[in-house]
């Protein structure tokens, strides 16, 4: 999708070199892709402590 946006230079010119990118879009997708990784963990590691598992998972693997 083409998409016009306003993003400071200056920013941009980091991304490119922390991800040693070579184009302005492989950098901004590799941002994006790893903003979206780290909200996901974020999102796990607030589960931390909600969740509950059983030792049993080879009788329910066998169950279904």
Do not use: C
């Not at 070199?17 to 892709?33: F, G, N, P």
């Not at 999102?43 to 969740?51: N, Q, S």
């Amino acid at each position: 999708m083409k998409t016009t946006l306003d993003i400071p230079e200056n920013l941009v010119k980091k991304t490119m070199k922390l991800s040693k990118s070579k184009t302005k879009t492989k950098a901004i997708i590799i941002a994006m892709e790893e903003y979206i990784r780290r909200k996901k963990l974020e999102g796990i590691i607030r589960m931390e402590g909600k969740l509950q598992f059983s030792n049993d998972w080879e009788k329910a693997r066998h169950a279904r």
